[in-house]
Structure formats: C-alpha cells, structure tokens
Nanobody, 121 residues
Framework: QVQFAESGGGLVQPGGSLRLSCDAS????????IGWYRQAPGKERELVAT???????NYADSVKGRFTISRDNARNTVYLQMDNLKPEDTAVYYC???????????????WGQGTQVTVSS
C-alpha cells in the first residue's frame, strides 16, 4: 500500500518557522516528482512545492523564498521547511505523488489526514 504520513504541524506565530515531514511507505527514490500540498478552510487543495528525484525544486509564488522542500531518499522522507510563516499559510498540509500508485497496481492518488498548520498571534 502506497501511503504518505505527514507530521510536524502545529500552532506557530507569524514570522515563525516549522518543519514538516512526510514519511512514505515505499521507496521515494523511484518517484519522479513528489510534492507538498495544502488546503485552507473553504478553499481547494493547492500545490505548494515539488521536488524531483534528482533534486530539482519548484514552488508556488505564494511561498517562494520562504519554504524549502527537500528529500532524504535513504529515509523515504520528504521535508518542507517553512520560514517566515504568515496567517495565510494556515492550512492542512499533505504530501503526495501521482506517478507511483500505478507502479504498485493501485488507483490513486489517495490523500491521508495531513498535518494541521495554524499561523496565528
């Protein structure tokens, strides 16, 4: 079963920092693109950042310069370092990839529970 488990969320003040972790149940080395998503209350889920198997990254304009995505293939873990957090960053954060499920004969992507990030003073 392909699963992504997010952790590291919490309550933080504006301007603060937080690091999210995503533990994959399968090897992420073979995943071409893996990304972090977020969904704020009343809004659609949006793509925040992506990273390829060779380390190339891409960010949404709203987080560029503040967020950093990285991966540790040996640990099957993807990280999202969030700095200078703003209230508008408040959302449930998820990690996922859409190019791995078929390799394991599964339909997807499937979304886990995510991790809540709340930025408030």
């Amino acid at each position: 079963q392909v699963q992504f488990a997010e952790s590291g969320g919490g309550l933080v003040q504006p301007g603060g920092s937080l690091r999210l972790s995503c533990d994959a149940s399968v090897s992420i080395f073979i995943i071409i693109v893996i990304g972090w998503y977020r969904q704020a209350p009343g809004k659609e889920r949006e793509l925040v950042a992506t990273i390829t198997r060779v380390g190339s990254t891409n960010y949404a304009d709203s987080v560029k310069g503040r967020f950093t995505i990285s991966r540790d293939n040996a640990r099957n873990t993807v990280y999202l370092q969030m700095d200078n957090l703003k209230p508008e960053d408040t959302a449930v954060y998820y990690c996922n990839a859409d190019d791995i499920y078929s390799d394991y004969g599964e339909e997807g992507p499937y979304w886990g529970q995510g991790t809540q990030v709340t930025v408030s003073s």
